[in-house]
């Protein structure tokens, strides 16, 4: 029972110490730091693509904050943002910060860094049901990538999810690359 009971713990603490970059020295974490391409953005400045880059500085908080990416418009057309990372690393966790309207984000894929090809490894219809909180949206991997990830690309419905849907941050958890 208490082999159990240290497992558990060390899984909870595996998933709750996540502020650490390298934990055990297993997981690696690191936040999304470029901006490869975006459908639009509501300014260059404020609620541009680049404030979806690095830690979050929004959430936990929720509302219309312009350090956190918008769309151009709110509910006209599906959005998306595709954004780079620096070390090159596995995927087994994906954290996306929505701090306004969340639940419009419905499939993400990952770029496989060797053969520039997308992966599907989620989608799901948006959930247009949520409390109007901000959200740390968790995709927990079933296997890691068995390859090394350079970027995610987030794709949003925003028409399903009524107003805005901010986006503060995205971080990725797996191991890094041997070469780095």
């Not at 240290?6 to 502020?19: A, M, N």
């Not at 300014?43 to 693509?49: F, L, M, P, V």
């Not at 929004?58 to 956190?68: E, H, L, M, R, S």
Request: aromatic content about 12%; proline content about 4%; overall charge negative.
């Amino acid at each position: 029972m208490r082999k159990v009971a240290y497992t558990l713990f060390t899984l909870v603490c595996l998933i709750q110490c996540s502020e650490f970059e390298v934990i055990d020295g297993i997981q690696f974490r690191q936040y999304a730091d470029s901006v490869i391409d975006f459908s639009s953005q509501y300014s260059s400045g404020n609620w541009s693509a680049n404030r979806a880059l690095g830690k979050e500085n929004v959430y936990p908080n929720y509302g219309d904050i312009p350090n956190a990416w918008a769309s151009q418009y709110a509910d006209t057309k599906r959005e998306y943002l595709v954004l780079g990372i620096d070390t090159l690393q596995t995927i087994r966790i994906i954290e996306i910060y929505e701090t306004l309207n969340p639940g419009a984000v419905d499939t993400v894929y990952i770029r496989n860094a060797n053969t520039q090809t997308w992966e599907r490894i989620y989608s799901k219809p948006t959930i247009t049901n949520l409390p109007t909180v901000a959200r740390k949206f968790t995709i927990f991997l079933a296997l890691e990538t068995t390859y090394m990830v350079d970027a995610i690309r987030i794709a949003i419905n925003s028409p399903e999810v009524p107003g805005w849907n901010e986006i503060d941050a995205v971080a990725l958890t797996g191991q890094r690359s041997k070469q780095e």
